[in-house]
């Protein structure tokens, strides 16, 4: 895959649900966020994507070993699939996102868009953690407020469509992001096809 087809994906938007966390900041406390989160400090909500980023720096190398030895292919697997239960159990424990409940947005490697009750001006900085489902990752990020708009049509009174740009994020929750993206819009894609096959039958 050349550049150009990264930059691409990058820029793929999908509609999704998931659970949100936010708060502003003191943008001149940015400098300084970011570099607890380039030292890996930021704590367990990330647990499960940097686990998620070891896997993905395996996979050649278990395919590797699939080729060769499925057994134990398939043992490795397994114990993968142990550590990210564990993971899951303890990120439950630990997060307070699993006591909100799961809400819409629209989302990217760039940015996201969400509905907030309380409007937010334009160059706002928020400290954003976003938990993506089904795969429990955490991220951990900074972003600003592009522009945040009160519902058009009247529909939820009091609720505001905040969007986002990001400021900061890691190059492995990028990637994560793109491939949740990616995998979303395959799934959509996935029962479009299926719904017209079932209207022509």
Known sequence: MNQQQD?????????????LGYREIDPGTLERR??????GQEGEFTLLSSLATVTREMSGTLHLIESAQRDIAAYLKSID???????????ARSSELFDQ???SVNLSATGICFEVESPLQPETVLE????????YSGIH???EVI?????????????YSLRTRFLYLRDADRDLL???????????????RRRREQEQQ
Do not use: N, W
Not at 34 to 39: D, G, N, S, Y
Not at 81 to 91: N, P, T
Not at 178 to 192: D, F, L, N, S
């Open 7 to 19: 930059e691409r994906r990058e820029y793929f938007r999908i509609d999704d649900s998931l659970r």
């Open 34 to 39: 970011i570099e607890v989160l380039e030292k």
């Open 81 to 91: 699939r142990k550590i990210e239960i564990l993971g899951r159990a303890f990120l």
């Open 101 to 103: 409940p799961v809400q």
């Open 128 to 135: 954003l953690r976003i938990l993506l489902t089904p795969s």
């Open 141 to 143: 990020c900074y972003a």
């Open 147 to 159: 522009a945040c708009e009160a519902d058009a049509e009247g529909e939820r009174e009091g609720r």
């Open 178 to 192: 793109i491939q949740h993206v990616i995998q979303r819009q395959g799934e959509a894609i996935r029962k479009a």
